[in-house]
């Protein structure tokens, strides 16, 4: 998918624009670790996790895999958020304690790792606002049911699971839901997800890359949204 393209090929410049992971001793052996645990490699880390969680996304739709997708969605969305949170904290110049928290959080390696101290809410509030939506609430609402539907598949609780029952007579189908009904609204919401996706690279890109490199992420972005514009703003 051109969308992915563009994410890898964006992503490689700005992997490349960050010092890079270090070998160094952990626990009893070596592995790679970011020594300088910038912000920029914060980002460039969850970019890496945002375009392999849309290629995920793009195996499960097309196995009909609906409710591990729907996982996959949840997982989306928060590593977009994610990567606004912390980019607008950088573009806006208004880094707060909460971004400290995060990031603190973020390289932790505790045993167990523990909560994050930053609740999705307030990652939420902060981009909305910072993204210059005039109706914060209204999105933050819609956001927040989105959140919970999909944290129904998350946790594998009854309902959704019972959309994997075929029949009669009725019985499980583990091999992915054929149903073209089903799959419709996913096949619907594909687009979206990769647009908001390379959006968030674009405002990512501002926080690492020279100006003439961001202006080409922007155009490509643009590009996409002139490709897909009966989908996108239907």
């Not at 904290?89 to 909560?115: A, D, P, Q, R, V």
């Not at 109706?135 to 049911?145: H, Y």
């Not at 390379?198 to 926080?207: P, Q």
Request: proline fraction near 5%.
């Amino acid at each position: 998918m051109a969308a992915l393209v563009m994410c890898e090929r964006h992503f490689r410049a700005m992997e490349s624009a960050v010092p890079p992971p270090q070998w160094v001793p952990w626990l009893d052996r070596h592995n790679w670790r970011y020594v300088e645990r910038l912000p920029s490699q914060a980002l460039v880390q969850k970019l890496a996790r945002l375009i392999t969680g849309l290629k995920t996304f793009d195996l499960l739709l097309g196995a009909g895999h609906l409710q591990e997708l729907g996982s996959m969605m949840r997982s989306i969305d928060e590593i977009n958020q994610d990567i606004l949170f912390i980019s607008f904290g950088i573009i806006k110049n208004n880094w707060t304690s909460n971004h400290t928290s995060y990031l603190n959080y973020f390289w932790s390696e505790n045993k167990g790792g523990g909560e994050c101290p930053v609740r999705r809410k307030t990652i939420r509030a902060f981009v909305h606002r910072a993204g210059g939506l005039v109706d914060t609430s209204t999105a933050d609402r819609v956001v927040r049911e989105i959140y919970q539907t999909y944290s129904d598949y998350l946790h594998a609780r009854s309902a959704p699971i019972m959309a994997m029952v075929v029949g009669p007579p009725a019985r499980f189908d583990l091999d992915g839901i054929a149903d073209s009904e089903a799959r419709k609204p996913y096949i619907e919401q594909a687009p979206s997800y990769f647009y908001r996706s390379i959006a968030s690279t674009a405002i990512m890109a501002r926080t690492i890359l020279p100006d003439a490199l961001v202006t080409d992420i922007y155009t490509d972005v643009k590009n996409f949204e002139t490709d897909n514009a009966e989908v996108l703003f239907a």
